[in-house]
């Protein structure tokens, strides 16, 4: 294995731990957490803020998922259609379409309810409309949760298929 290969491949897995570590706590342990906080919660969510989560773990995801991508194509030597239709091909092209499916679910649904909910703040008039912004990021965080746990285990899997 090249020295590129070696970084790589260590930067892709301590990511994506990290990615999906993030988000299934999230979505299983502090957005009921928060949720059942009721105001004390968005106190919390303003401490997240402050830490800029909403700008680290797209990075995060970003990096990883192209680290990703240089791996599959040093793996695959170049794409190799005969390699990506073999059982390691195909697993790790699943666990890229969930990470993908992922990355585009927390960019484009999950963080702009976060974001809008987080505006919204304390205005008694229009509380309404942040539940409804944060039971979408809610469910949208669950979903992203699972899609990662499958793209986890499609690329922990695929080496053995």
């Known amino acids: 294995m090249h020295l590129e290969q070696i970084v790589l491949r260590l930067v892709h897995v301590l990511l994506g731990a990290f990615w999906m570590g993030s988000v299934v706590f999230l979505a299983v342990f502090l957005e009921p957490s928060v949720r059942g906080a009721g105001p004390a919660g968005g106190q919390v969510m303003q401490q ?10 797209p990075s995060v995801a970003l990096l990883n998922m192209l680290s990703g991508l240089r791996l599959l194509a040093l793996d695959s030597n170049g794409f190799n259609g ?11 092209a699943l666990g890229a379409a969930a990470a993908l499916v992922a990355f585009g679910t927390g960019v484009f649904v999950m963080r702009p309810a976060v974001k809008r909910a987080m505006a919204i703040g304390p205005d008694p008039q229009r509380q309404a409309e942040a539940q409804v912004l944060r039971s979408r990021s809610a469910q949208a965080g669950r979903v ?6 499958v793209a986890a285990a499609a ?7």
């Open 48 to 57: 997240l803020a402050r830490r800029h989560v909403l700008e680290v773990m």
């Open 82 to 92: 005969d390699w990506l239709r073999s059982g390691a091909g195909q697993a790790y």
């Open 144 to 149: 992203v949760a699972g899609l990662l746990v």
């Open 155 to 161: 690329m922990a899997l695929a080496r053995y298929l």
